[in-house]
């Protein structure tokens, strides 16, 4: 055979090898498990959020499944539904405006501002921090505590969190 012939069996193998790979892993059904984490995974949503000045929060947008509420309003009421996994994203600044998770104590469970909170390390709830955006998983023992955001600064800046179970 010629090298050129070789080179394109090779190349075809490759590919036929590669394509069975891939057909195995993704055809494998291991049952309600993944399931679940399907439909959690679909879970996902951004909320985007502005200032007016040190009165309150507006919602400018949201996207994804799992959540709502209103944009355009001061300090709007904002649901969740338990298993997404959410970004807010503080174009106020978390810098000037730091955006904190409180609970019915109005205690911080997590959020922008230099106090430590009481999830900050919880692996389920996984609060990643980038910039002046923070995401986490709502996990059923946090939508058992999780009550309202509000900047620490300014305490005015604040609304209620509604957990809605999917």
Do not use: W
Request: glycine share 10%; aromatic share 6%.
């Amino acid at each position: 055979m010629h090298k050129s012939t070789l080179q394109k069996l090779s190349y075809i193998t490759a590919i036929v090898i590669t394509l069975l790979i891939f057909i195995s892993c993704t055809s494998t059904n291991t049952g309600a498990m993944d399931d679940d984490l399907e439909e959690t995974e679909s879970l996902s949503g951004t909320v985007v959020m502005e200032s007016n000045g040190a009165q309150s929060y507006t919602v400018a947008r949201i996207d994804g499944d799992g959540i709502s509420t209103e944009t355009g309003t001061e300090n709007p009421s904002i649901s969740l539904t338990v298993g997404g996994r959410y970004t807010f994203v503080n174009q106020a600044g978390a810098g000037s405006h730091p955006l904190d998770f409180r609970n019915g104590d109005r205690e911080k469970l997590f959020g922008q501002s230099n106090t430590a909170g009481s999830l900050d390390n919880d692996n389920d709830v996984d609060v990643v921090e980038n910039g002046d955006a923070i995401t986490f998983t709502l996990t059923e023992s946090l939508a058992a505590s999780l009550v309202d955001y509000i900047c620490s600064f300014h305490p005015g800046m604040n609304g209620d969190l509604f957990i809605s179970e999917e």
